[in-house]
């Protein structure tokens, strides 16, 4: 099958899968011309957005209906499915919606980061990671939130806001944040220089996790 004919069943897919679960969805009208490998950034862009709508229904307890999509993975048709051991018409593998912490409430131009963190050894997810805004002279604050069991976050903050990534046992990040996100990856390196066993006392509250605006965009 060649790539054009792989796009336009994959688009077909895409559009079964919306209308199935009464996804708001238009895909956009390929320009390319010439052949082509079958899928590309604009056709990834409109997976994920469905996968991400999968996962908000199923935050809300409504039931994920798929046919030949596989969270994580490109899109892929009936028969390739047999050959990647992925039963088509299956469910979405369901991860747990975190809740959406407002760092800016009085910024009406503030941003919203959503993504996840991972170990890099193993691709687990980092449960309990912290993500904490940085004051001007790159100290830590009382304001930011923390990974859910699946590593997912979600944080609404001002633009340009700094912020200190960490997990007990991995090398701390700092990473601006200086624009929307909605499926940012964070890998998380192992520190090998941790001493295991020592006991840790933090003097800090945890963020507030439970500020839900959920939806504020």
Known sequence: MKGKHICQRLKEIRIGIAQANEIDYTPAECT???DCAGTCPACENEMRYIERQLLR???IGKAAIV?????GATSITPAMAQTQQVQPNTTVAQLTEPKLVDCAPNDTAAIIVRGRILCESDREPAIGATIL???KDGKTTKSGTITNVDGLFAIRVSKDSKVQISCIGYQSETRTFNKPEDDLLIMLKEDKNALMGDVIIIKKPMPDVDA???EMR
């Not at 046919?67 to 969270?71: E, F, M, R, S, V």
Request: net charge negative; hydrophobic share 40%; proline share 0%.
């Open 133 to 135: 805004l940085l004051d």
């Open 212 to 214: 839900d605006i959920y």
């Open 67 to 71: 046919a030949g999509l596989t969270l």
């Open 57 to 59: 229904r199923q935050a």
């Open 32 to 34: 390319h011309e010439g």
